[in-house]
Structures are given as structure tokens and as C-alpha cells.
């Protein structure tokens, strides 16, 4: 039997933890340690429990390496006494594996995930809570490396075991698979699926832990975030602002956490243009970072890249191309070769190299950033794709080729009709980089779609259809022609037509909806910049088509 002492110790480290005062909790967790080597005959499983508990208060205060040496002290104690099948040894390697989920040490964290799994689900049953918490760990991991399709069914699975378990009551744990699963969906672009989930977590933690909770800032940040990736700016600052707030007082200036918050605030300035804003939050989240985590963390490497997109847009390219290139090495090392972050960087140092004129480098990245593309998992509206066939290679709605200087073609692809005989409507906007603004728009339905790009550029000139070579672009005015093309200059903006009616009022709608989606796009958010573009694909190409007479 436990004694009484230890008892105490336990619950008084419980309850500090939950209340978010992580510095007390440590000393609650050090003097339970203390007395269970003490005690003559302490069953050792009393001394792994309190070094768990130690453990996860420096990992709660960001002491990574600290809580790395007592979850491993615990698990070799445990392992020692109890069989390497027992459901405490299962336990600590669910917490080591969750703190290899954040150190990025993920090799290690699915082997030690995997393991957890399968002697909980052997000695508990499938469908036990303790599963569930490997099972979340696992889907985690999962997630943040990009590998979405293992991720979903195993947060499903969680949290059905959770639901089970805990019933209609609010439950810490409940909320952290809630919480997970609209991550994921966030990632993936599913907003309509990510906010209800994002919510009832936020509102489960704040019942259970108080509003000025960290895990409570942890919600409300990713909370932000989703707003932030829908261009609802004023929302997501005040929500960003609100995490800050709370993780500056209840963890201190020099934590991890108030480092994403940083940096989260100065990307939601960096796409509102204010740079000078942007700048010195990614800065400060950088010196966190590289204290905190290490050089090599993937954090450090988005912080870097942040930096160096300001310094693009200021035209300081030499500024920019060392810390794309850092960016990049750390991310290839941490993330992998084909995770779409490497993929971002790769494609802002390619933009940097272009605008150098280092022509043959850029090409050399962007052939790498379109094999990425081709295997990585893009986000879809999910009405918007329920007719495409899955293979279909029109599912990758974005193509964006280099025209000359500052003036880029992007082109978007929207199936209509049934779902076997569609057309594909392609529309292709000039962008002029420097000035930001649109420079010409084509929309083209062809007879038949381009089966091995998913995408068919047609100029019309003097009624004939001619190609174009890649390298070149022809904007022409407003014309209509029977081969199917319809066509917009707009060296400014577009002109009402005469007598009060904005003849192109669809048309106005979509450039407002393709240059936000492009500016997403250039910086290398594939995923929001599919987002912007999912309400106008839901809304307008029935309309856009009466329009264009086709």
C-alpha cells in the first residue's frame, strides 16, 4: 500500500499541475521523490511515479531535457520491477513518446507510440481510456509529420474511447483529442469540420481550468489560427493576443509557447503588409527558440523563414537567401525531404535565387518543389472535390509558372457538369509581384482537359488560338471569342460597364477572392490559399459561366 505521505505529495503536485503553476508543481514532485527513496521499503513503483510527475513539470516549463532523463529514469525502473508488458511501463513510454512528439525525435516517438498501443490494448482491451491516450499520441505525431491519412482514424478512435469513457462530463483529456482532431482538420483545410471542434475544447478547458490556463491559451491560439487561415484578421489578433497574455504570465517570457505566440502574431501582421511590425516578433521568437529547443528545431526553421519572406518583400534578397537556406536544412533534417514545409522553403528560396537572376538554382528548387506536390497530401473543400474521381489529376487545383521579372501566371481549375463528362473551367491570372496587383485574367472552358497536367493555357488573339511558351504571357483586352475563351485586361481595375451595371461584378468577386489567394500562395501557404479560394468555387462558377456565354 502506497503510505499516506506520498499520497499527499501526489495529489498536492495534481493539483498545483492542473491549476497551471507548473514552478510549485516541481517542488511538490521533487519532495515526492525524496520521500519515496527514503522510505525503507518503498515499492519502487512510487519512486517512477514521482519522477513521472517531475518530468512532466519541466516538460510543462519547457526543461525538455530535464524531463527526458526522469521519464527515462521511470520507464527503466518500472521495466525492472514490473515486466516490460506491464500497463505502467506502457505508460511511461506514452510519455516519453509524447515528449519525442515535441522534440522532434519522431522515429523515436513512433516506436515508443507503437509500443504503448500494444501493451495497453493486450492488458486494458481496445477500447480502455489509457488506449486512447496512446492512440492520441500516435495520431500527434502522425499529424505533425504531415502523414494525415494514419492521423485521422486514430484521433476518431480516441475520441469515440474517450467519449465512452468519460461520457457527456467534460474531461481534460476529452478535450485534448478534440483538440488534436481539429488540428488536423485545420491542416487539411477543413475549416467547417476544425471550429466546432476547436471550440468545444476551448470551452471544456476553460470550465475545467480557469480562462487564464495555459492549456486554455494552447486553445485559444489555435483557435486564431484557424480564423487567422480564413483571413479573418481582427478576430485571430485578438485571440493571438489573449494566448500571449496568458503564457507570458503563467510560464514566464522565455517559453516555447510564447514563442508560437510570437511568431503567430507577427504572420498575421507579415499578410497584412506591416512588416515593420512582423519583423521584431519573429526576432524575440527566435532567440526563444533557439534557447528553448536548439538550433535544429523545426520551430527555429519557421521563425527563419518568416524572417526571411520580410526581407523578400523589401527587396533585401541577399538578406533573405541565407535564411532561407539555414530554414531550409533545418527543416529537411527535422521534417524530412518531402514534407510540405520543406517544400515552402524551397519555393521562397527559389523566388529569392529568381529575383538575383540566378535563374538556373530557382528552376533546379521549383522542379524539387513539384515532385513534393506530387505526393503530398493537399487540403480540399470537401463538397467542392465529392465528384472528382480520387486519381484525378485536376485535384490539384494549383499550377504557378515564372513568367519574366516580376510578373507571375497562376491558374485554378474548376470541374462542372457530371461527374464522368465535366468540363474543367481553367482561369489564369497575370500578377504583378512588385506591385502587387492584377495584370491580365483568361478563363477558358476547353472541349476536352489536359489528362496529364490538369491544366490547358489558351491565349486568343485575332480569333485564333495559339500556344504560348512558358516563359511568356500576353494579356489582351476584353474580348469574347467562339473557341471558348473569354478574357480581361485590367491594367488597373475593372471598369463598371456603362449605365450604372458592373457587367463583371463575377468577375471583380474572383480577383478579390485569386490575389488573396495568391499573396497566401507566394508565401507559401498552399493550404489557405485553397481555403480563400473554396468559397468562391462553392458560389460562382455556375454563375461565372452565364457570364463568360458558355
Excluded at 516490460?84 to 519522431?106: C, G, I, K
Excluded at 513512433?110 to 490494448?121: H, L, N, P, Q
Excluded at 492512440?135 to 499529424?143: F, K, P, S
Excluded at 502574431?265 to 511590425?277: D, E, F, P, S, T
Amino acid at each position: 500500500m502506497r503510505p499516506a505521505a506520498l499520497n499527499q505529495l501526489d495529489a498536492d503536485f495534481e493539483s498545483l499541475f492542473k491549476q497551471g503553476r507548473y514552478e510549485g508543481a516541481l517542488i511538490a514532485a521533487k519532495k515526492e521523490v525524496e520521500a519515496a527513496e527514503k522510505t525503507a521499503g518503498t515499492d519502487q513503483a512510487f519512486v517512477a511515479r514521482g519522477l513521472n510527475n517531475l518530468a512532466r513539470a519541466y516538460k510543462a516549463q519547457g526543461k525538455y531535457p530535464q524531463a527526458k532523463l526522469l521519464f527515462t529514469r521511470a520507464l527503466t525502473i518500472d521495466g525492472q520491477n514490473l515486466g516490460s508488458d506491464h500497463p505502467n511501463v506502457a505508460a511511461d513510454l506514452n510519455n516519453l513518446a509524447e515528449l519525442y512528439v515535441v522534440t522532434e525525435e519522431f522515429a523515436l516517438g513512433e516506436t515508443f507510440g507503437k509500443r504503448s498501443v500494444s501493451i495497453r490494448e493486450k492488458a486494458l482491451g481496445p477500447q480502455h481510456a489509457d488506449v486512447a491516450a496512446s492512440l492520441n499520441t500516435l495520431a500527434e505525431l502522425y499529424r505533425l509529420t504531415g502523414r494525415y491519412a494514419l492521423a485521422e482514424p486514430l484521433f476518431e478512435r480516441a475520441l469515440a474511447s474517450r467519449e465512452q469513457a468519460f461520457g457527456p462530463e467534460d474531461h481534460p483529456e476529452l478535450a485534448v483529442t478534440l483538440h488534436g482532431l481539429a488540428l488536423l482538420y485545420l491542416n487539411q483545410g477543413r475549416y467547417e469540420r476544425s471550429e466546432p471542434l476547436h471550440k468545444r475544447a476551448l470551452a471544456m478547458r476553460e470550465k475545467i481550468f480557469g480562462p487564464e490556463h495555459p492549456v486554455v491559451a494552447l486553445s485559444l491560439n489555435d483557435l486564431a489560427l484557424l480564423y487567422h487561415s480564413q483571413s479573418q484578421y481582427k478576430l485571430a489578433e485578438s485571440l493571438y493576443k489573449r494566448s500571449l497574455a496568458i503564457r507570458e504570465k503563467a510560464l514566464g517570457p522565455d517559453h516555447p509557447d510564447v514563442a508560437e505566440s510570437l511568431n503567430n502574431i507577427g504572420l498575421l501582421y507579415h499578410y497584412q503588409g506591416r512588416y515593420m511590425l512582423a519583423l521584431p516578433l519573429y526576432e524575440r521568437a527566435l532567440i526563444i527558440l533557439e534557447k528553448t529547443l536548439g538550433p535544429n528545431h523545426s520551430n527555429v526553421g519557421t521563425c527563419l523563414n518568416n524572417i526571411a519572406l520580410v526581407y523578400y518583400y523589401q527587396n533585401h534578397y541577399e538578406r533573405a537567401v541565407p535564411l532561407y537556406t539555414r530554414a531550409l536544412a533545418i527543416r529537411e533534417k527535422a521534417l524530412g525531404p518531402d514534407h510540405p514545409d520543406v517544400a515552402q522553403t524551397l519555393r521562397n528560396l527559389a523566388y529569392a535565387y529568381k529575383a538575383q537572376g540566378r535563374s538556373t538554382l530557382a528552376e533546379q528548387l521549383f522542379t524539387r518543389v513539384l515532385a513534393i506536390r506530387g505526393k503530398a497530401q493537399y487540403p480540399r473543400n470537401s463538397e467542392f472535390v465529392a465528384d472528382q474521381p480520387a486519381d484525378d489529376p485536376l485535384a490539384r487545383m494549383w499550377d504557378v509558372e515564372h513568367a519574366s521579372g516580376n510578373l507571375y501566371m497562376m491558374g485554378m481549375d474548376i470541374c462542372h457538369g457530371a461527374p464522368k463528362e465535366s468540363e474543367v473551367l481553367s482561369i489564369y491570372v497575370g500578377v504583378d509581384t512588385a506591385k502587387k496587383e492584377a495584370a491580365g485574367v483568361i478563363i477558358h472552358v476547353p472541349a476536352t482537359a489536359d489528362k496529364t497536367r490538369g491544366l490547358i493555357m489558351c491565349f486568343v488573339e485575332d480569333g485564333e488560338t495559339i500556344s504560348v511558351p512558358r516563359d511568356t504571357v500576353r494579356v489582351l483586352p476584353l474580348k469574347e471569342h467562339k473557341h471558348g475563351v473569354y478574357q480581361i485586361f485590367l491594367p488597373e481595375h475593372v471598369v463598371p460597364a456603362k449605365g450604372g451595371e458592373k457587367a463583371l461584378d463575377v468577375v471583380e468577386c474572383f480577383l478579390k477572392y485569386q490575389m488573396v489567394a495568391f499573396m497566401y500562395w507566394i508565401d507559401g501557404k498552399q493550404m489557405r490559399a485553397s481555403a480563400t479560394l473554396s468559397g468562391f468555387q462553392e458560389q460562382y462558377p455556375k454563375v461565372l459561366l452565364e457570364k463568360a456565354g458558355f
